[in-house]
C-alpha cells in the first residue's frame, strides 16, 4: 500500500476545498496562510497523488425534479465473476443509479437510486433493474427525509496515531 504524506497545511487545504470547490487559490491562501503559489503547487500535488480525484457541482435533487431517493438491495442468483461483472457494467450505464457498492450480507449490492416520483421509480425498478440477467430479490427503502447528505470526507483521523495502516499519513 503507498503512502501519501501530508501536513496540517494540505488538510486544511482540503477541508477548505471541500466546502467550496470553485474557491480561487488566493482565497484559500488566506484561509490556511499561504501564499496563492504554494496553494497552487499543494493542490498540484494532491491532484496528481489522486487524493483529489476531481471537482463538481453538487445538484439539490428536490429543486431539479428528482424528489424521490431509494436504497435498494441486490442480490444476485449467482456468484461468478461473468455474472457479476454484467452486473456491474449495466448498473454504471444507468444514471438514475448514483452509487453502486458490492456489500457482504443479505445482498450483494446496494443501489442509491433517484427518480422523479414513485411512479417513475417504480417503471425504472419494473424495466430497468428487475429485467437484469441474474437478479434473483431486490428490496427498496424509500426515504421519507434528508436528515444529512455530505460528500465531504471527515479528515481529523489523519492527524490521530495510526492504529492501522493508512495511505494518508500526517507529517508536521
Same mark, same amino acid.
Given at each position: 500500500?503507498? %503512502?501519501? %504524506?501530508?501536513?496540517?497545511?494540505?488538510?486544511?487545504?482540503?477541508?477548505?476545498?471541500? *466546502?467550496?470547490? %470553485?474557491?480561487?487559490?488566493?482565497?484559500?491562501?488566506? !484561509?490556511? @496562510?499561504?501564499?496563492?503559489?504554494?496553494?497552487? *503547487?499543494?493542490?498540484?500535488?494532491?491532484?496528481? +497523488?489522486?487524493?483529489?480525484?476531481?471537482?463538481?457541482?453538487?445538484?439539490?435533487?428536490?429543486?431539479?425534479?428528482?424528489?424521490?431517493?431509494?436504497?435498494?438491495?441486490?442480490?444476485?442468483?449467482?456468484?461468478?465473476?461473468?455474472?457479476? =461483472?454484467?452486473?456491474?457494467?449495466?448498473?454504471?450505464? +444507468?444514471?438514475?443509479?448514483?452509487?453502486?457498492?458490492?456489500?457482504?450480507?443479505?445482498?450483494?449490492?446496494?443501489?442509491?437510486?433517484?427518480?422523479? =416520483?414513485?411512479?417513475?421509480?417504480?417503471?425504472? +425498478? +419494473? !424495466?430497468?433493474?428487475?429485467?437484469?440477467?441474474?437478479?434473483? #430479490?431486490?428490496?427498496?427503502?424509500?426515504?421519507? !427525509?434528508?436528515?444529512?447528505?455530505? #460528500?465531504?470526507?471527515?479528515?481529523? @483521523?489523519? %492527524?490521530?496515531?495510526?492504529?492501522?495502516? *493508512? !495511505?494518508?499519513?500526517?507529517?508536521?
Amino acid at each position: 500500500m503507498s %503512502t501519501i %504524506t501530508v501536513d496540517k497545511y494540505d488538510l486544511e487545504l482540503l477541508e477548505e476545498l471541500q *466546502r467550496n470547490g %470553485t474557491a480561487t487559490n488566493s482565497a484559500l491562501g488566506e !484561509k490556511v @496562510h499561504l501564499s496563492t503559489s504554494q496553494v497552487g *503547487r499543494r493542490i498540484q500535488r494532491l491532484e496528481e +497523488m489522486h487524493v483529489i480525484r476531481h471537482y463538481a457541482a453538487i445538484l439539490d435533487s428536490d429543486i431539479i425534479g428528482l424528489s424521490v431517493t431509494a436504497f435498494t438491495s441486490v442480490t444476485l442468483g449467482r456468484h461468478g465473476e461473468a455474472q457479476g =461483472d454484467a452486473f456491474e457494467q449495466a448498473i454504471a450505464a +444507468m444514471p438514475e443509479v448514483l452509487e453502486c457498492i458490492s456489500v457482504i450480507g443479505e445482498a450483494d449490492y446496494v443501489l442509491r437510486i433517484v427518480a422523479a =416520483d414513485l411512479a417513475s421509480f417504480s417503471e425504472f +425498478m +419494473m !424495466k430497468r433493474i428487475l429485467r437484469l440477467p441474474g437478479v434473483v #430479490n431486490v428490496k427498496s427503502n424509500i426515504a421519507l !427525509k434528508k436528515i444529512k447528505q455530505t #460528500n465531504a470526507l471527515p479528515l481529523s @483521523h489523519v %492527524t490521530q496515531p495510526a492504529q492501522t495502516r *493508512r !495511505k494518508l499519513v500526517f507529517s508536521s
